[in-house]
């Protein structure tokens, strides 16, 4: 059974890097690409971007350019998000979720069919 | 960005209830939705994807219609389980993938 697995909660300050990781099981990794959304404490789901798993293209949210970066390992079949110079609006439960890619004429639309469990990353000031 | 408004933002019900959730689009999107259920401290589930097709394993009361700028997901007869907050997904990759505010829906 497809299984994302997240590490675990991070407490950082300020201006700390902090990067999550999501082990991926139970597909072939290499196929799909996986995305990442963030929740803030309350709030609602903010896609930040993608990853494809298998040439490690990327593309990122308009609000999240520049400021976090994918990666992945094949070999670990694992997927990674950092942040570079974290802030207190950073604070949020972060998420992977697998991509399922349907290609429709002029578009490509993605649907997240399986999620991890959700990393939270607090950040103190 | 496509922007998306749901409606209404919460909404009390009963078990046995029937209940629709509206989603708007900004600009057209033909039928390229999905809707999510996220429980508290869970991460989301997709019920519906591509605005009316049912993910494996989802009940069938759950359903969804529409296409274009307007769409609903409707549950034919409340469960217990079915307490949730509820997000709608515009699922194009251009120029960015987008959420709904999400529907709290609440035992009454």
């Known amino acids: 059974q497809v299984q994302l697995v997240q590490s675990g909660a991070e407490v950082k300050e300020a201006g700390a890097p902090v990067k999550v990781s999501c082990k991926a099981s139970?597909?072939?990794?290499?196929?799909?690409?996986m995305h990442w959304v963030r929740q803030a404490p309350g709030q609602g789901l903010e896609w930040m971007g993608w990853?494809?798993?298998?040439?490690?293209?990327?593309k990122y949210s308009q609000n999240f350019q520049g400021r976090v970066t994918f990666t992945r390992d094949t070999s670990a079949s694992t997927v990674y998000m950092d942040v570079g110079s974290l802030t207190s609006e950073d604070t949020a439960v972060y998420y992977c979720?697998?991509?399922?890619?349907?290609?429709?004429?002029?578009?490509?639309?993605?649907?997240?069919?399986?999620w991890g469990q959700g990393t939270l990353v607090t950040v103190s000031s | 960005d496509i922007q998306m408004t749901q409606s209404p933002s919460s909404v009390s019900a009963s078990v046995g209830d029937r209940v629709t959730i509206a989603c708007r689009a900004s600009q057209g999107i033909s039928t390229w939705l999905a809707w999510y259920q996220q429980k508290p401290g869970q991460a989301p589930k997709l019920l519906i994807f591509g605005a009316s097709s049912l993910q494996s394993g989802v009940p069938s009361r759950f359903s969804g219609s529409g296409s274009g700028t307007d769409f609903t997901l409707t549950i034919s007869s409340l469960q217990p389980e079915d307490f949730a907050t509820y997000y709608c997904q515009q699922a194009n990759n251009f120029p960015g993938i987008t959420f709904g505010q999400g529907t709290r829906l609440e035992i009454k």
């Open positions: 979720a697998r991509g399922r890619i349907v290609v429709v004429p002029g578009a490509y639309l993605y649907y997240f069919d399986y």
């Open positions: 139970g597909y072939t990794f290499t196929t799909y690409a």
């Open positions: 990853i494809n798993a298998g040439n490690g293209n990327t």
